[in-house]
């Protein structure tokens, strides 16, 4: 048989996924792949690993011409931009997974891949144990994409499961999430959406060839989500999730969004409980695919860096195909929303922004409506954020821009107004 | 960016696959990819294609040096393997979706492919556009994994699901799955499993490094199913599927079996209905994730089918690297299976041949029982498929040698008779 590449590592970080990814690493030696080196922020703890192995001098990896991969799997998004990219020029193959540098900084570590002709891969940073980037990247090359859905963020789907099938509020579901490590102690960057939308923006670049800002994309978490919106979702026979979401549009566009949505029992979506992450892929050719599988935790995240290591044996590299081998995609706004937004008190609604209103529902507590809004109303205002409000799209929520109008008068005439 | 190999195809076959194929070709000019000629067994028909492109001659493809990629989509495995392995010494890199020659001829493709150092890439051979075969080979090379249980065969799947949602009997089934295209006229293939079982060797290859004829492999099919069985099935919640499964046993081997089984409502392959396939990977690092599309019908087969093409863009090659990079796994018989057995007659079960019997239930036309009997008695012996007889796993079917003799004593005790 051919050799392959001999891998000499050098790892920046040890915690959690660092030593898991030690070990596991200890355990395959046909991967032809040592550590050489580990760098530590301190070295106060006790490693479960030779001491000789540890240093805080980054420079000692990144400049020893013997380590050929760099795999940073640490916690701090600036000192993961320094490391990767002095890696690249340094002409070193890099794996990593840190989803918020990498998505916040994905122009410009395009550019370095080009010039440098190095690998860089991060498969973990994305949906961890579940291999989307590289099927988006390799098998759905060719593939018309009409939509990717995915539910790409294991704490959040933990806390919704937990509101949903236990009847916890959302206080109650986000401490026991924290108590099982399945969410950070400052756990903003997950409820709020942020850790959702960097995946997503990796995700488009793979599936689309949209380079994107995470900022510039319309996102939330489940924050607002109330125990009485649950309590709705159960009645329609629905579960409530975060939803990435994006579609080719008749504009030959794409819609894109991460917002919770209520998901029909039905739905491939609905199957994913607890921390688990679930992908849907539609195609014209190979139809509706699922993936499925851990999307968080030491060992799912620590097995997708070792994929990315072992295809780094064969010179593996991402060829970004959709941007650069065909037609990349642009986003549009040029869509509207079905939306259910639940509030306590209407004047927090700002009832004349919407394109129309289907259903109003006022409960003791807590009232809902149903209606459709521009995608732009909700992209350049905050009110369905705010003072205790919370937005649920709707299955299937997206309109297109030429149904508006025959929609519109539809409704309103079934509303006994036209 | 660099430039790829321009790819020039040669096919044979013009069915739905090959169809499908050429329309898909015709959709995606950014491949780098044409059919230079197509090889038909008769000119009679009238074809969707321009009629220079028709040969009846397959040395006109196979001994043309322009074309360096081999697609053979045609539905007779001898020719198939006349075509794969002469195109494969001509240097030729070849796409196949022949399950049944590949399974069968699979220890001489291999040192085909060692001899002649080309691809041989098959994708589509074993659940269709659903991307298992290189998820295997690529992704999780390095994780230990633990079992792969899988929904291979769509007809079967999609009879089933008609005699437990619709409750339909088996031959109103089969009839509604031929009318609608999910089965072929001779459904003998697909019912009695040997469909599955030609996909399941393929797949023991890429996740195990097991060669092994299919003819060596424990199976059936549907084709003893009753509705009565659906009924028993549907009394504990639980589905019917024809599952292949193989799984690490204790002794460091592995086993593997392809037999209807009984499927709880919360496995995720009683997720999987109609013509759809599903696969359930358990392993060390990764967990458990499911992989789910459709595995049969023209554009999806024609899908993975240029996936294959593609990935010969990047000189893509199975490395099989399971079985030369790792130490391969054996198959092992050293197991005991826990089934269901319904019969007309008792007299046509051996009762003295099983270890244990847990449960009888006769019922006014049809009766049956649960017991454990070993693998080496089905495997053995033919009664279990006769005189009407059915023999469904229960879930988790498997019981370890070590096990056996504990499990035994307690169960006698519990039946009083220790």
Tied chains: 1, 2.
């Excluded at 040890?14 to 792949?33: H, I, R, W």
Aim: glycine fraction near 6%.
């Amino acid at each position: 048989m051919e050799t392959h590449k001999q891998l000499t590592i050098g790892l920046f970080g040890f915690g959690v996924v660092g030593e898991g990814l030690y070990k596991v690493l200890q355990q395959t030696p046909s991967l032809n792949a040592a550590i050489k080196k580990i760098c530590i922020k301190n070295y106060g703890k006790k490693r479960n690993a030779p001491a000789s192995l540890f240093t805080t001098d980054k420079d000692e990896l990144l400049n020893d011409h013997d380590i050929n991969v760099i795999v940073e799997v640490i916690d701090d998004a600036d000192a993961a931009f320094h490391i990767v990219t002095t890696a690249l020029k340094n002409g070193k193959n890099v794996v990593s997974a840190s989803k918020k540098m990498i998505a916040e900084h994905l122009p410009f570590l395009l550019e370095l891949q080009q010039q440098t002709g190095r690998s860089f891969l991060y498969e973990s940073a994305a949906c961890a144990s579940i291999p989307v980037i590289r099927n988006l990247e390799e098998y759905y090359d060719n593939d018309l994409l009409h939509s990717i859905k995915a539910i790409v963020n294991g704490s959040t789907n933990f806390i919704l499961t937990k509101i949903f099938e236990e009847g916890l509020d959302f206080k109650q579901a986000l401490v026991l999430a924290q108590q099982l490590g399945f969410a950070e102690s400052n756990p903003k960057l997950d409820v709020e959406g942020y850790d959702a939308v960097n995946k997503w923006t990796l995700l488009l670049a793979h599936a689309y060839g949209i380079i994107e800002s995470p900022e510039n994309i319309l996102f939330n978490g489940i924050q607002n989500i109330h125990t009485s919106d649950a309590v709705v979702a159960k009645a329609k026979n629905q579960q409530i999730k975060l939803v990435a979401q994006a579609q080719k549009i008749k504009n030959g566009k794409v819609s894109a969004f991460v917002l919770p949505q209520f998901v029909k029992q039905n739905d491939h979506l609905a199957f994913v409980k607890n921390e688990y992450n679930g992908v849907v892929i539609e195609s014209g050719f190979a139809d509706k695919q699922f993936f499925y599988g851990k999307g968080a935790g030491s060992f799912p995240t620590a097995s997708a860096v070792l994929s990315d290591i072992a295809a780094l044996r064969y010179q593996y590299k991402y060829e970004y195909k959709k941007l650069y081998h065909h037609q990349p995609h642009e986003l549009s706004n040029a869509v509207f929303l079905r939306v259910y937004v639940s509030f306590d008190d209407i004047a927090f609604v700002p009832r004349e922004r919407f394109e129309w209103i289907e259903e109003w529902h006022a409960q003791e507590e807590r009232k809902y409506l149903i209606g459709v809004v521009s995608f732009d109303e909700l992209k350049e205002n905050n009110w369905w954020k705010e003072n205790n409000t919370s937005l649920i799209l709707t299955p299937d929520p997206v309109i297109e821009d030429i149904e508006i109008r025959k929609l519109k008068k539809k409704s309103l005439e079934l509303a006994g107004i036209l």
